[in-house]
């Protein structure tokens, strides 16, 4: 069985490439205009959900960011070296590590906030808030379907 050339949907067109490969320009651009600070995309999710949560278990930042206990453990390894988050035990729960930001680690994220927030506003600009606004609301929906 052939299928027909112009059945075929451009690869450009189908929307997973599309998510994707904005998904990946948006990291790119993300990441160059965090490393000034010394972190990345990944990093400065943790520090958004410390920033709002502090302090809390190296777990709970893990669920929030649907990411795995090994993955997260290195990714606060290197924050913690940088002087950007400490770690302790729980005190309610010595199994446990609570994360916090360092005053450091309060200025990197309030500098990195600034640098995603100019570089949101830079990767939307072609298509305006209207459409930008547009955007979130129809990927939330399909997120919450």
């Given amino acids: 069985m052939s ?69 997260m453990v290195a990714l606060l390894d290197v924050l913690e070296r940088e002087g950007i988050v400490t770690r302790r035990p729980d005190p309610a729960d010595r199994r446990r590590n609570v994360v916090e930001l360092t005053d450091h680690g309060v200025r990197t994220y309030d500098a990195a906030q600034t640098a995603y927030e100019e570089t949101e506003s830079a990767f939307l600009a072609a298509v305006g808030p209207d459409a930008a606004g547009q955007l979130r609301r129809t990927l939330r929906t399909l997120l919450e379907a």
């Fill in 3 to 71: 299928t027909e050339a112009s059945d075929a949907a451009d690869p450009h067109d189908v929307l997973g490439y599309l998510l994707k490969h904005a998904t990946l320009k948006f990291t790119a651009l993300t990441d160059a205009a965090l490393e000034p600070l010394g972190i990345d995309s990944k990093d400065f999710g943790a520090l958004r959900v410390l920033a709002r949560h502090e302090p809390t278990s190296q777990l709970q930042v893990a669920q929030t960011l649907g990411i795995d206990r090994t993955t």
